[in-house]
């Protein structure tokens, strides 16, 4: 792909920056760290592996899918902030949730790590400086600012979170 094909902050940033409602990142961090402390664990148990619909993803697998992709944007970030050079790869979301055992780990159990999972994130973002932050980072399609990795953390954590308040907790009857 040529320069002249790779999108400056392609327009799925602007959703990220929405669903951020203009914090900052250390602010969108620690909101999305309180959002996980604050979340209703015993309603996510009740509904259990239900589904709103026949194919979707459980609650257990959406949690699930929420730890890998964060641990796949903080290697992104770590490759970009340390000028390693690599642009990374597509992944196939639909194929690694597929894969995944997440209903067969318990709710309590899928919480814990994303909590442990973003207090290592925070940290690591915490680490960067100024420079690190604004550093250009170059994906196969689209170029954006290192600390817009950060806001797609939290915002990916927005989205689907309100997508379990909105589909799944009606299952909860």
């Known amino acids: 792909m040529s320069n002249s094909e790779v999108k400056e902050n392609p327009a ?15 602010e969108a961090l620690q909101l999305s760290f309180k959002q996980i402390e604050n979340i ?6 009740r509904i259990g592996l239900k589904t709103y619909e026949e194919g979707k993803w459980t609650i257990h697998t959406i949690l699930q899918h929420l730890i890998d992709w964060e641990r796949i944007w903080c290697f992104r970030a770590v490759l970009f902030a ?14 690694m949730g597929a894969n995944s055992n997440a ?5 309590d159990q899928l ?14 973002f915490d680490s960067f400086n100024q420079d690190i932050l604004d ?4 994906f196969f399609e689209y170029e954006m600012p ?17 997508v379990i308040e909105e589909r799944y907790y009606p299952l909860d009857n």
């Not at 209703?40 to 148990?45: H, I």
Request: hydrophobic share 40%; aromatic share 6%.
């Open 103 to 107: 209903n067969e780990l318990t709710i």
């Open 111 to 124: 919480i814990h790590e994303l909590r442990m999972v973003r207090q290592s994130t925070i940290a690591m």
């Open 40 to 45: 209703e664990v015993d309603r996510l148990k």
């Open 82 to 95: 340390r000028s390693e050079g690599t642009i990374p790869v597509a992944h196939d979301q639909e194929i």
């Open 146 to 162: 290192l600390f817009s990795i950060g806001l797609t953390i939290t915002a990916h954590q927005i989205h689907h979170f309100n």
């Open 12 to 26: 799925f940033l602007e959703y990220v920056y929405a669903l951020n409602q203009g914090n900052t990142l250390k």
């Open 135 to 138: 550093t250009s980072c170059r």
